[in-house]
């Protein structure tokens, strides 16, 4: 019966052990998933405000050249702007 007793022990301390040694794969798990988290969540935040840029930029140069052309039409039409080449009658 003393034999049983000391049995059960054993398995209730190899337990313990056992679940001690659980958590501390459950944090280091959480700990690593958090890592993994914020390093995909600034990926995309980056990928997203560089294609925001892309964009912006775009448009941008989109906007000064019409403004562009849409001046030197502008010039060439009031007589401002001197054409190269000239206009047959």
Same mark, same amino acid.
């Given at each position: 019966?003393?034999? $049983?007793?000391? $049995? %059960? +022990?054993?398995?209730?301390?190899? =337990?313990?052990?056992?679940?001690?040694?659980?958590?501390?794969?459950? @944090?280091?798990?959480?700990?690593?998933?958090?890592?993994?988290? !914020? +390093? !995909?969540?600034?990926? =995309?935040?980056? @990928?997203?405000?560089?294609? %925001?840029? /892309? !964009?912006?930029?775009?448009?941008?140069?989109?906007?000064?050249?019409? %403004? =562009? %052309? *849409?001046?030197?039409?502008? $010039?060439? *039409?009031?007589? /401002?702007? &001197?054409? &190269?080449? /000239?206009?047959? &009658?």
């Amino acid at each position: 019966m003393e034999e $049983l007793r000391e $049995l %059960v +022990r054993a398995l209730e301390r190899e =337990v313990h052990a056992l679940r001690a040694e659980v958590a501390a794969y459950r @944090d280091e798990l959480r700990t690593s998933a958090d890592a993994i988290v !914020t +390093r !995909t969540s600034e990926r =995309v935040r980056n @990928d997203f405000f560089t294609e %925001v840029g /892309k !964009t912006v930029i775009t448009r941008l140069f989109y906007i000064i050249g019409l %403004v =562009v %052309v *849409g001046l030197a039409l502008w $010039l060439a *039409g009031s007589g /401002k702007l &001197p054409l &190269p080449i /000239k206009a047959a &009658p």
